[in-house]
Structures are given as C-alpha cells and as structure tokens.
C-alpha cells in the first residue's frame, strides 16, 4: 500500500510513520485553511495569523488521525492481533495489522473503536470551543477548535460509512461473519459494497469536474478509486490466504539451489553468479554447511579495485530471520514475510543446514493456478 515512510516516534509500543504522501497532503491542507477557509469564515485577522491557523489545523488533523489508529490498535492488542505499526498516508492513515482477526467480535470493537474515538475528540474539542467562547481567548484559536471539532465528527461519520475496507465495513463484516460463521463469504459482500461505494464517489468525482469544480472533483475521484481498489485488494487477499492456507514451505522450496563457495574472490563472484543468474542474494556454503549469505549490498561497500583480492568468506554475512525460514512454516507467511521485507526468495533451513530456497515466482505461479481453477469454491467456502 505504501511507498517510502519516515518512522516518527513510538506510542504505546507501536510505531508511528508518515509515507511521503502525507507531507504533500499536510501542505495543500495547510495552504487551503490558511488561503480559503480561515479567512472565509473569520474575517479581518493578520495573514500571518492564518497562516498559523492553517499549520496547527494540519497539525491537529494529524494527531487526531494517529488517534484514532492507535485506538483501533490498543483494541487490537487486547485480542492479541500483532499490529505492524500505525502510518499516515494522503488519503488517511491505517493501523497495520499482519494478519484477519481471530473472529468476529475482535473486529467488531476493533473497527468500532475508531470512529468512537473520533466522536469523543469532537465532542471534547466542541466542548472546549464553546467555553473559549464564553471567555476572551482569541478567536483563531476558536476557530481552530471548531474545525477540528467537526473535521473530527465527519472522521467518524465517513468512516462508519458500511462499506469495506473502512471501518463501517469492517462493522458490516463482523455482523455477517457472526452471522453466517464464514468470513470468506462476509468478506466478498462487503467488499462489493465497498467497490460499489467507490465507483459512487467516483461518478461524483467526474460530475464535479464536469460543473466546474476541479479540486473537490479529482478529491473525490482519487478517494473513490482507492477505496475501490483497497476493497479489492482485500478480498484477493482473502483468497490468497484462503489458497495457500495449510501449505508447508517445503511444497514449494526448490531443494537444490544456486550456492556461493567462501573461497571465490568477489570478482569471480560477480561475473559466475550474479550476472549469470541475476539473484540480488546468495547462500554461502563451505562443505555442506550454510556459514551465510551474500548480497549486492556487500558487494557495493568494497571498491572496485579490491573485487579481484578479496574472498567471498571476506564478506559473508551471518543469515537472519529477515532471510530464513523454517521448511514446516506455513507459505502465507512465508510470502508475508517477503512482502514485508521486499525480498523476492528466503532460504529455507534447518539449524545450519540449508535445505533449499523458496521464490515468491513459485509461490505466486502456485496461487494464479488454484485461483484461476478454483476460485468459486474458495470464495463460497
């Protein structure tokens, strides 16, 4: 879902990142309060006042959206649902969760507790906006807190929107997963109202264009088309899972792979291996044992003109389990690991044995198959 991401702190355990998206959104919502909607509505103030209106609108936006993620993550964590972190990207912001939750009321209060969160921020900050009122704070902080207040109830209104994957769909899921047992089947009725819903904001999107309103228009049709897509994306997803669901590594692992011998000098290494086969990453094996694994990463840091008098055992490094894994670990998180990683193959091993590699081409060349014969069951079931 994400490009390049900048971590910012940590909350409660949970990470909290910002993907580069989110600096062109904080600016244009910051030009827009402090260019269109402040002056509008409150007349008469300095430009630089606006200005810093506009700044902290954008900064209370933030800071309400990291709210309500880390809300849906503590609910998380009280299901034991392992949570990757919290990232705010252009059209929002997402906790990140590694895999479904374990059934049907963890996502119920899971999903709901998002948009309870919003209310309760809107509520405090009207609440706190009403007293400002009544005494003589200035009136950009008024304003401030009133359009976060309800920048904070549309939050909720449009998430609790029923359609999947914002967190009214995830609601509408937990009732018909609780309802039917079947998660695949509540899965692919949710997220068809959430293609459904963003096809709609995308229609709306074009007839706004069409009138003349060309910001609000392409807003709306961006918006739409990603949550067309992330709606889809989840149900493949699903049915990823669903498909390699019980499938061991080793079905897919190929048991003689491309190894690299310690006592090669680099050259050699690059000329017979690397552009021969043109992996970014091999194992190293000295007599039957994996002593480790060399990348192009290790490969870049030496110069050139060293390439001919160095080995490979020179520059070895220890494997990891950013690299590993085990021949009896289940393929879905097998290919979750690669995805999180952005590695294309992990080596498969056993102490310090290497008993093959598995490609995420296998695995993907596996799923496209089952999918294409067999993806009415799998939906269904």
Not at 39 to 53: S, V
Not at 65 to 79: D, Q, T
Not at 80 to 98: D, Q, R, S, Y
Not at 281 to 303: A, Y
Request: net charge positive; aromatic share 12%.
């Amino acid at each position: 879902m994400f490009g390049k991401s900048i971590a910012l702190f940590k909350l409660f355990g949970f990470e909290v990142k910002i993907d580069l998206s989110w600096i062109v959104i904080a600016v244009l919502i910051t030009w827009s309060l402090a260019k269109g909607l402040f002056p509008n509505y409150y007349q008469g103030l300095p430009t630089i006042t606006y200005w810093w209106m506009g700044i902290f609108g954008a900064l209370g936006l933030f800071f309400s959206i990291v709210f309500h993620e880390l809300c849906h993550s503590l609910v998380a964590r009280k299901f034991n649902l392992e949570m990757k972190g919290i990232t705010l990207f252009i059209f929002g912001g997402v906790a990140e969760m590694e895999e479904e939750p374990p059934g049907p009321k963890a996502e119920f209060f899971m999903a709901i507790a998002g948009p309870l969160s919003s209310i309760l921020i809107g509520i405090v900050l009207y609440g706190i906006r009403s007293i400002a009122q009544a005494g003589t704070v200035p009136v950009s902080i008024i304003g401030v807190l009133g359009y976060l207040s309800f920048l904070n109830f549309l939050l909720a209104g449009f998430n609790l929107v029923p359609a999947f994957p914002l967190d009214g769909g995830r609601v509408f899921r937990s009732i018909l997963w609780g309802w039917k047992k079947n998660l695949k089947w509540a899965t692919r009725i949710a997220s068809r109202i959430g293609s459904g819903f963003g096809l709609v904001l995308i229609f709306f999107g074009v007839l706004y264009i069409i009138r003349g309103a060309f910001i609000s228009g392409i807003w709306w049709f961006l918006i739409g088309l990603f949550l067309r897509n992330a709606s889809q994306m989840s149900y493949s997803r699903l049915l990823m899972s669903k498909a390699l669901e019980g499938e061991p590594v080793k079905r897919f692992m190929k048991t003689d792979p491309i190894t690299a011998p310690p006592t090669i000098t680099v050259e050699r290494f690059v000329d017979e291996y690397l552009y021969k086969h043109h992996f970014k990453m091999f194992p190293v094996v000295d007599d039957g044992k994996l002593i480790g694994c060399i990348s192009t990463r290790e490969i870049k840091e030496l110069p050139r003109k060293e390439w001919n008098q160095r080995t490979i055992g020179d520059l070895v490094k220890p494997c990891s389990c950013a690299n590993t894994i085990t021949s009896d670990t289940d393929a879905m998180k097998a290919l979750s690991s690669m995805n999180k990683r952005g590695v294309s193959r992990l080596l498969v091993v056993d102490g310090d044995r290497l008993d093959g590699i598995i490609a995420l081409k296998d695995l993907l060349g596996f799923l496209s198959l089952k999918l294409d014969l067999e993806e009415e069951t799998l939906g269904e079931s």
